[in-house]
């Protein structure tokens, strides 16, 4: 019996593809760097499995896509050719991936979000914006909660993703930076450092230090109190949340220290701090076992808006 053409293109259809796309994604990081070792370093693999699948590749092709010497990889009359389709090709999945991404995330009717208390009016709207500007119809829960309330809803499901400033690492929470901040000195405008252009850790070890008690925010305080380990003669005073001896405390001279962004009222003013060279950190957290389902395409989100806004 004949095989008509159609008949075969429809044996050959249930076959498996001639060129699998990582054969494709190796071979094209391979025509940019015409070096193996790089690579390999590039696609995280050693030189071996890479010099392998390019083997492969030319074998299932029936050409050789590169002339190698001891000195250099150069690309054939086919490599080049192949080298502009792949790039076409791979250009085409990578959309194709993040525009599912992106339907998947934009047909969420919510995202809910628990963020430490500081940045409700700062980083937020920022990060709102920012995700409003890519998918207009998802609905933000903001829930505001000190980072140990905060990691809680995030780990027992109660929140998507959260946003925290310096969080402790703790088991079943995974993170990533979104924003990094240089310490500035908190101080109430007659505070006699309020005036000064900058202040050293030993020009403020001569106040009273007002911190965050450990219970609720353990990484922002552990990172404060860190400034301050060789400075002797610093009187640290712990508060929570809203303990009234906050304002007592700086009215009487007292000073705190918070991220360089953080926002203010007239009463008080920020200060650079000369030899403070902790950072801050903002970091997106969110639960190891239960991650939200549109986790990828949210944290490329939210690295245009890092990017946007030059956070780290």
Not at 44 to 61: C, G, V
Not at 151 to 171: F, K, M
Request: glycine share 6%.
């Amino acid at each position: 019996m004949q095989i008509t053409s159609a008949q075969e293109r429809a044996v050959n259809s249930t076959r498996q593809p001639l060129v699998e796309l990582r054969e494709l994604r190796y071979f094209g990081v391979l025509a940019e760097e015409l070096h193996f070792g790089r690579a390999a370093a590039r696609l995280h693999i050693s030189q071996p499995p890479l010099s392998q699948t390019i083997a492969n590749l030319e074998r299932k092709l029936g050409t050789k896509l590169l002339d190698r010497t001891s000195r250099q990889v150069r690309l054939t009359s086919a490599g080049a050719v192949l080298r502009d389709h792949a790039r076409r090709v791979l250009a085409d999945v990578d959309d194709a991936i993040a525009a599912a991404r992106d339907a998947a995330l934009a047909e969420s009717t919510t995202l809910r979000i628990a963020v430490d208390s500081p940045m409700r009016e700062t980083i937020v709207v920022q990060v709102a914006d920012g995700l409003a500007k890519r998918f207009p119809l998802l609905v933000l829960a903001v829930t505001e909660a000190p980072e140990h309330v905060l990691v809680e809803r995030v780990l027992h499901g109660e929140a998507d993703v959260g946003l925290a400033v310096s969080p402790a690492p703790t088991n079943g929470l995974l993170t990533k930076e979104l924003r990094r901040e240089r310490p500035v000195a908190l101080l109430h405008c007659d505070n006699e450092l309020a005036t000064r252009e900058s202040v050293s850790t030993a020009d403020l070890a001569r106040h009273p230090l007002l911190v965050w008690s450990r219970e609720q925010r353990p990484g922002a305080h552990d990172l404060v109190r860190g400034m301050f380990d060789g400075t002797p003669g610093v009187v640290t005073i712990e508060l929570d949340r809203y303990d009234r001896g906050w304002w007592s405390g700086m009215v009487a001279g007292g000073f705190a220290i918070v991220p360089a962004g953080s926002p203010t009222t007239p009463e008080f003013v920020t200060v650079p701090i000369e030899d403070g060279e902790a950072e801050f950190v903002t970091e997106i957290v969110w639960s190891e076992y239960a991650p939200p389902p549109t986790l990828p395409v949210l944290l490329d989100a939210l690295d245009d808006v890092s990017e946007a806004h030059g956070w780290l």
